[in-house]
C-alpha cells in the first residue's frame, strides 16, 4: 500500500471583509451570499497541486401574503465547475409557513437536505463531495460522506413539511436527465430537546431506477447496475457548547456492471465551541463491496475497498465572516496537514 506525506496549505481567495447582500421591500428579497478559500496540496511523490474551494447563492422571493412565498434559487461551486457543470443549484419554489414547501428544478434530493452528517470545522466537506478524497488521490473507491444523495443533475420535485417541534418529512421525485430513469427519496428528521441536552434525528430512505453512468463522486467510477438502494442514519446531540454527531449510510447496487462502488460509509465526531474558537474530532469508515457481487457482464466478483479517516481540526473566527483554521489527520495511510483561511459575505 503506498504511504506518502501530504501537507495541504490554504490561504484565502477573497482578501478583504465581505457583507451578504440582502435587499428587502414590501413584497420582494434578493440575497447573495459567496465565500472561498485556495491553496495547494504537496506530497512526497507529486508536484504541489492547487487546491479551492468557493460557493455563490443568489435567491429572490415574493411574498404572496404573510403566509405565502414564491421565488428562485441560483448557486453554482467549485465542485459543480471542476465537474464542468455550471449550476449546483437552479429551481423554483413555493412556501406556505402553515403547511410546507415545494422546490422544482435542479437540486439535491430531500434525503440529501434533511440528513444528519458530522461537525466540519475544518471545511474539508467531509458530509460532501470531499475535497481531502479528491486531492489526495487514494487510488481507491470509497464512500465519501454518510448522507443519501442521487446528485443535483435532474430535474426533481421536492415536497417537505413544515419543521416543528416534533419532526418535519419529506418525498423527492426525480424524471429522466441525470444518469437514472428515475429517483424517489423520502426522509424524515426529528427533534428531542432535553433540557440542555439537544438532540436530533434523521432517516433516509432512496431508490434509483437504471443507473448508467451515474457518478456520485469524482473519485468513484460511474455506476451501471439495474436499480441502487441506499438507506441513512443521522444523530446529532448538543449538550452546551459540545456538538456529537454518528451517522451512516448503506447502499446496494442490483446487478452491478465494473468496479463495485456500493457498500457502507459510517462515521463519527465531536466538536467543542469556546469564545471564538473551535475544535473537531471526526473517524469514518468507508467499506465497498460488502454484499460481494459478481460483474453482471464477466461473471467475475468485483473487488472492494476499505478506507479508515481521521481528521482532527481547529477554527479560529476572529471577524464574522472570516476564520482561519487548521485540520489534521490520515486517510488511509496518507497523513495530511492543513492551515489556511476562509472568507466570505
Not at 434525503?111 to 466537506?125: E, H, I, Q, S, T
Request: charged share 20%; aromatic share 14%.
Amino acid at each position: 500500500m503506498n504511504k506518502k506525506i501530504s501537507f495541504l496549505v490554504i490561504s484565502c481567495l477573497f482578501g478583504a471583509n465581505a457583507y451578504a447582500v440582502d435587499y428587502t421591500t414590501d413584497n420582494w428579497r434578493f440575497a447573495l451570499n459567496a465565500d472561498g478559500m485556495a491553496g495547494f496540496l504537496e506530497t512526497k511523490n507529486d508536484k504541489p497541486l492547487g487546491i479551492y474551494d468557493w460557493n455563490i447563492k443568489t435567491s429572490a422571493t415574493y411574498k404572496i401574503n404573510n403566509a405565502r412565498r414564491i421565488g428562485a434559487v441560483y448557486s453554482i461551486d467549485a465542485d459543480a465547475v471542476d465537474s464542468n457543470e455550471y449550476v449546483h443549484d437552479a429551481f423554483v419554489l413555493f412556501q406556505d409557513k402553515n403547511v410546507g414547501r415545494a422546490e422544482f428544478g435542479l437540486t439535491h434530493s430531500i434525503a440529501r437536505k434533511m440528513g444528519l452528517g458530522l461537525p466540519d470545522v475544518g471545511y474539508m466537506r467531509i458530509n460532501d463531495k470531499s475535497i481531502l478524497y479528491r486531492k489526495l488521490n487514494l487510488n481507491k473507491v470509497l464512500i465519501s460522506d454518510t448522507t443519501a444523495t442521487t446528485n443535483h443533475d435532474a430535474l426533481r420535485l421536492n415536497l417537505a413539511t413544515i419543521s416543528t417541534d416534533y419532526g418535519q418529512y419529506g418525498v423527492s421525485f426525480a424524471g429522466p436527465g441525470g444518469d437514472f430513469d428515475f429517483a424517489v427519496d423520502t426522509a424524515a428528521k426529528f427533534k428531542q430537546p432535553l433540557g440542555k441536552l439537544k438532540a436530533a434525528y434523521s432517516v433516509a430512505l432512496s431508490y434509483m431506477d437504471t443507473p448508467h453512468g451515474f457518478e456520485e463522486n469524482s473519485y468513484t467510477p460511474p455506476v451501471y447496475a439495474d436499480w441502487r438502494g441506499q438507506a441513512a442514519l443521522g444523530l446529532n446531540m448538543q449538550y452546551n457548547s459540545f456538538v456529537f454527531g454518528l451517522s451512516s449510510r448503506l447502499i446496494y447496487d442490483e446487478n452491478p456492471i465494473g468496479k463495485a462502488s456500493d457498500g457502507l460509509v459510517a462515521g463519527t465526531g465531536v466538536s467543542y465551541d469556546f469564545l471564538q474558537s473551535s475544535v473537531s474530532l471526526n473517524y469514518l469508515f468507508s467499506d465497498t463491496n460488502l454484499w460481494k457481487h459478481n460483474d453482471k457482464i464477466t461473471g467475475n466478483e468485483l473487488s472492494g475497498d476499505y478506507t479508515n479517516t481521521i481528521i482532527a481540526s481547529f477554527r479560529y473566527k476572529y471577524t464574522e465572516h472570516t476564520s482561519v483554521f487548521m485540520s489534521g489527520g490520515t486517510a488511509s495511510t496518507t497523513p495530511f496537514f492543513a492551515v489556511g483561511k476562509k472568507t466570505g459575505f
